[in-house]
């Protein structure tokens, strides 16, 4: 029990019975946001948590959301110590698990103007443009085989890992595509990536990794990544001395910026490769998931999908394809984006953060060092502030001011405050010209007789929430 230096015990949140050494990480299941909802339905929206050794903060409703992001961002805005990150991660010297102070703050504003800001993002539309392409004629293969059966997850995949790799590393290297050599990397880690690290939970054990052989797995995963990196980084670096051409890719941002200085920047080689890895495995899975539910939303809704059809049917009928500029007059096209956002948030319960002081949320003492989770899946569909909100209806977002920027508490896709998403544009932009190309230039059916209530919406563990079962559709090519 905590006590004030005077002996009154501190009015902490309200905690579920935990066990002694493991605390409460035998209610978390696989997927943690699903069971931290019902925790909260029974111990409130500002909840007390002990993940191993370690208490954390679990905030579940707008309201406290709210709270939390706006009085007491500065307070949360660092990321708790990981091993994993530290090893994979060329040690944390990126945007997404840097803690907070100078190196995090000179990335992230590097990010977001120089490498994510809306000129960079427009300068990468031939980019966009040219991984739809190749998605369209992978799909269109299918469509001329005698199932027409695609293995849509899989070229979802394809497409948004080529189009943040593309942008960062250039389309290829002496050895092959740099996207299908990342994806090859990450196969051959999936079991290291997932689920916690057991010293994260209890920094005593730490021990255990070098008995256990985790240690030596992380040092061998985290030389491949660092291998990776630099052969693109001595590959751009040959061809900065023939000077840019203004097709510069993130990796050639960042090598300006070391080059001239670039005032306040002081960028090193580890930086470099910190942050390139950083943008391509943030901007891979979440991209993907976003239109691995969005497709399989519209075949389980077929109502949203005709009318999806319809709008970019006609906004674009006698184009070979859907260019950027005919997305601004595609309303319904972006309010189907906002409601996959809503109902399939891709980092449900965000990027967790840790308290560096102790404060005061909703008069509960939060003490210092607690891990803060923010329940972003559990608000999104919180009955006090959502009309229906198990139901797809993009309609409740036509003509509605709600948006994703951080400022609407009850919709938090891409969090709030200062760890928020730098890549918002970026990710609309990869996401909208994909789905408009998809449901233009197809037909979309499900396999085997099924019928749209067959569609498998369970999900699959992870940071973020992918499909359990992989989309597989049949397609017939409507537009050529
Ligand atoms: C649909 C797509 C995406 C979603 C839903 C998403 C969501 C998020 C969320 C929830 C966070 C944590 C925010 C917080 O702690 O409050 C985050 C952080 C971050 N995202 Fe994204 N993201 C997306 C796409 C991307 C892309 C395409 C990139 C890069 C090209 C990217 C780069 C980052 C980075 C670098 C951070 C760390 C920010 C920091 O710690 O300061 N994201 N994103």
């Known amino acids: 029990l905590l006590l004030h230096r005077k002996g009154c015990p501190i009015n902490l949140p309200p905690s579920p019975p935990g066990l002694p050494l493991i605390g409460n990480l035998h209610q978390l299941s696989s997927l943690p946001h699903r069971s931290l909802l019902d925790l909260s339905r029974k111990y409130g929206p500002v909840m007390l948590i002990r993940m191993g050794r370690v208490p954390a903060l679990v ?60 000129k960079r993002v427009l300068s990468f539309c031939g980019v966009r443009e040219e991984e739809v392409r190749r998605m369209v004629e992978r799909v269109s293969a299918a469509s001329g085989r005698r199932s027409g059966e695609v293995p849509l997850s899989e070229v979802l995949y394809e497409y948004s890992n080529g ?9 290829e290297t002496r050895e092959g595509r740099t996207a299908a050599r990342y994806r090859e990397m990450i196969a051959q880690s999936s079991e290291l990536l997932r689920g916690f690290q057991v010293d994260d939970l209890f920094p005593s054990l730490s021990w255990l990794g070098a008995v256990t052989g985790m240690d030596a797995k992380l040092d061998s995963m985290g030389q491949k990544f ?59 899975d979440t991209s993907f998931v976003l239109l691995e539910w969005a497709m399989a939303e519209l075949m389980r809704n077929p109502q949203v999908m005709k009318k ?32 996959v956002l809503r109902l399939h948030v891709p980092a449900p319960i965000l990027v967790p953060r840790e308290a560096v002081c102790s404060f005061l949320l909703q008069g509960f003492r939060i003490p210092s060092k607690t891990r803060v989770i923010v329940n972003a899946w559990a608000i999104a569909r919180d009955p006090n502030v959502w009309d229906d909100p198990e139901k797809f209806q993009p309609e409740r977002f036509m003509n509605s001011p709600v948006d994703f920027r951080g400022n609407d508490f009850h919709y938090l896709p891409f969090g709030a ?40 919406m369970a999900e699959a563990p992870g940071m973020t929430n992918p499909k359990r079962i992989p989309l597989r559709l049949v397609v017939t090519c409507v537009k050529n």
């Open 59 to 118: 905030v579940s409703s707008a309201n406290a959301a709210q709270e939390l992001f706006k009085t007491h961002d500065l307070a949360i805005s660092t990321r708790p110590y990981s091993k994993t990150a530290t090893k994979l991660a060329f040690g944390a010297r990126n945007i997404s698990f840097a803690p907070y102070g100078e190196q995090w703050r000179q990335a992230k504003k590097l990010a977001v103007v120089h490498l994510l800001g809306p």
């Open 226 to 284: 660092d291998d990776f990196l630099t052969g693109i980084l001595e590959e751009h670096i040959e061809r900065a001395k023939q000077g840019f051409d203004g097709n510069e890719d993130f990796v050639d941002v960042l090598l300006s910026l070391k080059k001239d200085g670039a005032g306040e920047v002081g960028l090193d080689e580890i930086e470099i490769k910190a942050i390139a890895l950083d943008l391509i495995a943030a901007g891979t």
């Open 308 to 339: 999806l059809q319809e709008e970019v049917r006609q906004i674009t009928n006698s184009k070979p394809m859907i260019a950027e500029e005919d997305l601004n007059q595609m309303h319904y096209l972006k309010a189907v984006i906002k409601e």
């Open 163 to 171: 189009v943040v790799c593309h942008a960062a590393a250039g389309k």
């Open 417 to 456: 405050g200062r760890r928020m998403c730098p890549a918002i544009n970026f990710a609309m932009a990869t996401n909208e010209i994909a789905l408009a190309n998809l449901v233009y230039h197809f037909n979309w059916e499900l396999p085997d007789g099924m019928s749209p209530m067959d569609v498998d």
